[in-house]
């Protein structure tokens, strides 16, 4: 098959990204490039591989393809040349040039000013090892990662060392994270003084969850949203409320959203950098057998009242679930792959998050499954490859006009 250069264009465009990793290896004993080993590893994963050894079957079967764009002057390494060369890849270089590529084939989304970034930690279970005659225990790799609303990717994230927890990760990553005109959200763990107040310092703003492991706070907040007071916040004095209703086949669910900036009764409101509103969702389950089933959850937040951002900025949290972790679990396998290797894991992690991102954009123009899609470029991987990369360079907005 004959390949036109434009049709590849964003496909060499990506691997000359790659050529700004450093290589650390001593430069007379380099076989493999490490640019065409990130290239190869991409193709490979767009394609329905997740293991080393599915990678290196991948770059044997293709050999021909791959010569078309790359030397690949020492052949084709083997799945430990793979993981070895990709675990001495500095992590950040290498999202750095994803998020670069990734914001080269999208528009910004303007139907909501502020990007949402959420906070939310993964576990690969398939890399932990229980403590045996010949290996010691060892905790399965535990990520940090940093979801963009307006971007639809993972643009930051830390690998969480073994002695050390979510909480203390969270400072770290918003010191490379530009927060200018973002919401931050995370979890209950991750409340804590020292992240919200790290978020300000970098001009940003808190929308997250409040609960007993911050138990006078909690508690406080919880009278404070009596029935009565919820009565009041309805009837459009105090704050803001908005109501959301969804339908299944099993229930009902309704969702109540509450915010108020009424919080200068919290005696240690100081404490808490930039505190300008509490909130609460009421969740109420309505069964198709009659039952029904209520929850709720309080907020603590630096923004204003406006109960439109604040309902979205809580919505739009479990999108690190639903658009991430999920896909990570079980299109890409992540806790069925065993590298005991923490840092090929964790840069591995890396290209199929930002693999993940291609997919989401060639989805938008075939309309199929992420999983059909991978299946359909392994039985057909230069047709499909190719297909891949036209479209994304038919995004490039370097090259089309930008909406008014």
């Known amino acids: 098959m004959e390949i036109k250069e434009i049709e590849i264009s964003k496909l060499k465009e990506l691997k000359e990204k790659s ?35 599915e990678i290196e079957d991948y770059a044997k079967e293709q050999k021909d393809f791959l010569k078309k764009f ?16 990709i675990s001495l890849i500095d992590c950040q270089e290498l999202n750095k040039i994803f998020v670069d590529f990734v914001k080269s084939i999208q528009f910004m989304d303007n139907k909501f000013f502020k990007d949402i970034l959420s906070f939310d930690g993964k576990v690969d279970k398939g890399s932990s090892r229980k403590k045996g005659y010949i290996v010691e225990e060892t905790k399965p790799l535990n990520v940090l990662n940093v979801y963009s609303d307006k971007l639809q ?37 991750n409340t804590q003084k020292e992240n919200v107040k790290a978020v300000r310092a970098k001009g940003g703003d808190y929308c997250v969850a409040l ?88 907020y603590i937040s630096s923004l204003l009242l406006n109960i439109n951002v604040f309902s979205y900025a809580i919505r739009t949290h479990w999108n690190v679930e639903n658009k991430l972790h999920w896909h990570m679990d079980f299109t890409f396998k992540c806790d069925a792959n065993t590298t005991m290797n923490k840092k090929a894991l964790y840069n591995l992690q890396i290209i199929k998050k930002f693999c993940l991102t ?20 392994s039985r057909n991987v230069e047709k499909e490859t190719v297909e891949i990369f036209k479209i994304l360079h038919n995004f490039d907005t370097s090259t089309i006009s930008k909406p008014r």
């Open 358 to 377: 291609i997919l989401n954009e060639v989805k938008k123009i075939q309309n199929r499954s992420l999983k059909r899609i991978r299946k359909s470029i």
């Open 153 to 189: 990717m993972c643009i930051e994230q830390e690998m969480i060392e073994e002695k050390t927890n979510e909480i203390t990760s969270i400072p770290e990553v918003i010191k490379r994270l530009n927060l200018k005109n973002v919401i931050c959200t995370w979890d209950a763990l």
């Open 19 to 53: 050529k700004i990793l450093k290589d650390e290896r001593q430069k007379g004993k380099v076989v493999y490039k490490i640019w065409d080993i990130v290239v190869v590893v991409i193709l490979a994963v767009l394609a329905d591989c997740n293991e080393w050894e």
């Open 211 to 298: 609960k007993a492991n911050q138990p006078n706070f909690y508690k406080d907040v919880e009278d404070y949203f009596d029935e009565d007071r919820l009565m009041i916040i309805e009837s459009g004095y105090e704050g803001g409320y908005q109501l959301t209703r969804e339908k299944n086949h099993e229930a009902v669910i309704t969702y109540e959203y509450y915010q108020t900036e009424k919080v200068n009764w919290y005696a240690e409101k100081e404490l808490w950098d930039g505190l300008k509103s509490i909130g609460l969702v009421k969740k109420t389950i309505e069964k198709s057998d009659g039952t029904k089933v209520e929850e709720k959850r309080y």
């Open 70 to 85: 790359l030397k690949l002057t020492g052949g084709i390494p083997s799945a430990k040349t793979y993981e070895r060369v």
